[in-house]
């Protein structure tokens, strides 16, 4: 294809793909191996204030339609869809230079994200629009007002702009909880690689899976984007600690409170403990860490390794064991090509990067010991030979001040954990450290020594190296991202992640309102209550005997007191072998500060309570699965009695089960009506009742 024949790249705004016209400003994106034009890039003549307010009305539209659980199980749907897809993104991946190794980390990274995302959003978050953070705070004595904190989602837009590296996993890790808290999303990726995310985008669009305006791709340049943003909108940028700063400098970010968030720069540190010498299981694993890290994506990982710290009597060990493992592992060639280890940079101006900054390395100090900017190349693509720098000393500041974002690390000496520590500290705030030792002591101390200047940290021994994640996989479960230099921002981290893109709001009131507000009852707000003597003269229905489809928030049981015995008492320390003194021994119970007498045990209490208000025929509550938040109170005697408060508290239905969970709020009172215990006690309930083919009557069937 001819330079002059190469289509524009196209953006998705406002429901259509569109390509400028006739355009004056096109960058030209080359084949990483064979230097071919891939595409041309241009974004004369966009409409972003049109794609902003797209995004703030159809966008917003369309995924307030669906609770926080249909959203999430889109996610599951669009990831089953690109896994159908992923050999297409695999080809076009090659010519970024990556290889089939890369498509895992990237590819593969980035479906599996959207299967974390939506498994964690269904088991985690309720299926409505409301957060809690937090338990309510009583504000008045009488309870009549409280407070508590809620989040809800950002009534803007989320902008993404991605790096180069990781086209697709760096796209769907910052989509996957913006489409779960309900904000549409605008990705902006890098040029250099944006193809890629192009296909992975309209791959996504096609399924039909997505509603209208949640996901808008600009390919090219962002031009006036944060110009057309203010405080209800989020920013999550990745790339160059320089864009960032001027990034953060823009009125938008400074005046108007648009949310901005970095990922940056990060020169982070493996470090080999003192206990982990050579003969070493850790050092073995130390070595396969760092090689991986440097040969993985071409060293173009945003959490590769960069600084090697190892003890200074093993650092010529480690050098030579390194370079072994390089000449094994660290084979550059044609990705396509399954012997080669490590495929292309991105492009011939990162290669010049590269270049650039080994050269000022060597120049501050740095001495080759593999690879380097003389070693031979292949080809005519975008290749830089896996290298490795050793520094005389340690304390060159370019070493913790200069990223080569390429397959390059090196190797310095430390004294003690102490000076280890310190040296880890001057990257200036890192993603990732790994720390490679099996002695908890030696691991405790590195943790309290450079935990603040890290986003995550990963200790690897002998016990964990084989299913290790790695230094460098941020993987959606944990946070990622980092203080100081690393750009001082958060991403995933689970449920984290989703409430990134959401508002945190102290809300007041009385518990009638709150429940009004947040879909969970509070203890004084009003509730539907039913007794046993109501239920068995007809006049009530017990809420056991309710389905999700007739179970309403605040319907409530209370039972009647049962009194407590010294005989009961003995006889459950009997039967559960609890015969802990405070139910067995008189004196020495009474010698207690904290009880009367002799008391009953607080399982028997709960044991008791679930007798209160169960309603023991078959029906739509299925099963128990378990207590939540129980605290013992007031201690109970024999003599004293109990009764049970059981109320609706929560009602979250499971959008591809026939059942859904509900949480009931329990509370144990003795006849001076304190409180004895509380806790939450969670059952699955059918969302119908008769389930299909059982008949109506429960009672009747089990006779």
């Not at 970095?262 to 206990?275: K, M, Q």
């Not at 990982?301 to 010529?316: G, L, N």
């Amino acid at each position: 294809m001819s330079q002059s024949a190469a289509a524009v790249l196209p953006s998705y705004l406002q429901g259509q793909w569109w390509t400028p016209q006739d355009p004056q400003r096109v960058a030209e994106v080359l084949d990483a191996v064979t230097g071919e034009l891939v595409t041309r890039v241009s974004t004369d003549g966009i409409d972003l204030a049109g794609a902003v307010e797209h995004a703030r009305t159809a966008g917003q539209r369309g995924l307030g339609e669906l609770t926080l659980h249909e959203r999430a199980l889109k996610l599951k749907e669009l990831a089953l869809h690109l896994t159908e897809h992923k050999q297409e993104l695999y080809e076009l991946s090659f010519r970024t230079g990556a290889t089939q190794r890369d498509h895992y980390v990237d590819t593969d990274g980035g479906i599996s994200t959207l299967f974390t995302f939506s498994s964690k959003g269904r088991r985690e978050l309720p299926n409505s629009e409301v957060i809690l953070d937090g338990a309510p705070e009583q504000l008045s004595k009488d309870g009549s007002f409280l407070g508590e904190h809620i989040h809800t989602r950002l009534p803007g837009v989320a902008v993404q702009i991605n790096a180069f590296n990781f086209p697709v996993w760096g796209m769907l890790e910052k989509f996957a909880p913006a489409f779960i808290a309900g904000v549409p999303s605008i990705v902006k990726p890098a040029t250099p690689t944006g193809y890629v995310t192009e296909a992975c985008v309209r791959l996504m669009l096609d399924s039909g899976i997505l509603p209208e305006g949640s996901l808008q791709l600009v390919s090219g340049s962002a031009r006036d984007l944060l110009d057309h943003l203010d405080h209800r909108d989020h920013v999550a940028f990745t790339g160059s600690a320089d864009t960032a700063r001027a990034l953060r400098r823009h009125p938008g970010v400074m005046e108007r409170g648009i949310r901005f968030t970095a990922e940056t720069d990060s020169l982070n540190a493996a470090i080999l403990g003192p206990d982990a010498g050579p003969e070493t299981p850790e050092f073995d694993a130390f070595i396969r860490s760092v090689v991986l890290e440097i040969t993985a994506k071409a060293g173009q990982k945003c959490t590769a390794i960069r600084r090697t710290i190892v003890p200074s009597q093993h650092r010529e060990a480690v050098i030579e064991a390194l370079a072994a493992r390089i000449a094994e592992k660290g084979v550059l060639g044609d990705p396509r090509d399954e012997a080669t280890g490590v495929g292309a940079l991105a492009s011939l101006e990162q290669q010049q990067e590269v270049d650039g900054a080994v050269l000022r390395l060597v120049a501050a100090g740095g001495t080759v010991r593999v690879g380097g900017p003389d070693a031979p190349r292949p080809g005519t693509g975008a290749y830089y030979p896996v290298t490795v720098l050793s520094f005389d000393d340690a304390e060159t500041p370019e070493l913790h001040a200069v990223e080569a974002f390429g397959p390059v690390t090196s190797v310095l000496g430390y004294d003690d954990v102490d000076d280890a520590v310190r040296l880890a500290a001057l990257g200036g705030g890192s993603l990732v450290a790994t720390v490679c030792t099996h002695d908890p002591q030696i691991a405790g101390r590195f943790a309290a020594g450079i935990a603040a200047h890290h986003g995550r940290t990963l200790f690897l021994d002998r016990d964990d190296a084989r299913t290790s994640t790695g230094h460098g996989s941020p993987v959606p479960h944990l946070i990622h991202g980092g203080p100081g230099r690393a750009g001082g921002g958060e991403e995933l981290g689970g449920v984290r992640a989703v409430k990134h893109y959401m508002q945190r709001t102290a809300i007041q009131g009385s518990p009638d309102l709150l429940t009004g507000i947040t879909g969970v009852w509070h203890q004084g707000a009003r509730a539907n209550t039913a007794t046993r003597a109501a239920v068995e003269a007809g006049e009530a229905v017990h809420p056991f005997r309710k389905s999700l489809e007739t179970l309403c928030i605040g319907d409530q049981f209370a039972s009647e007191l049962r009194t407590v015995t010294l005989q009961d008492i003995d006889d459950f320390a009997t039967e559960t072998g609890d015969t802990f003194y405070a139910h067995t021994d008189e004196e020495a119970a009474t010698a207690n500060p904290f009880f009367p007498r002799r008391v009953a045990h607080g399982y028997l209490l709960v044991s008791w309570a679930a007798g209160l208000f169960v309603e023991p025929a078959p029906g739509p509550v299925l099963a128990n699965y378990g207590l939540e938040n129980l605290r013992f109170i007031t201690p109970v005697t024999y003599d004293d009695a109990i009764r049970v408060t059981l109320t609706a508290k929560q009602i979250t239905p499971r959008v591809t089960d026939d059942y859904g969970e509900v949480r009931w709020d329990a509370v144990l009172h003795n006849q001076h009506d304190e409180i004895v215990a509380q806790y939450d006690v969670l059952t699955l309930v059918a969302k119908t009742w008769p389930l299909s083919g059982q008949p109506e009557d429960g009672a009747a069937r089990a006779r």
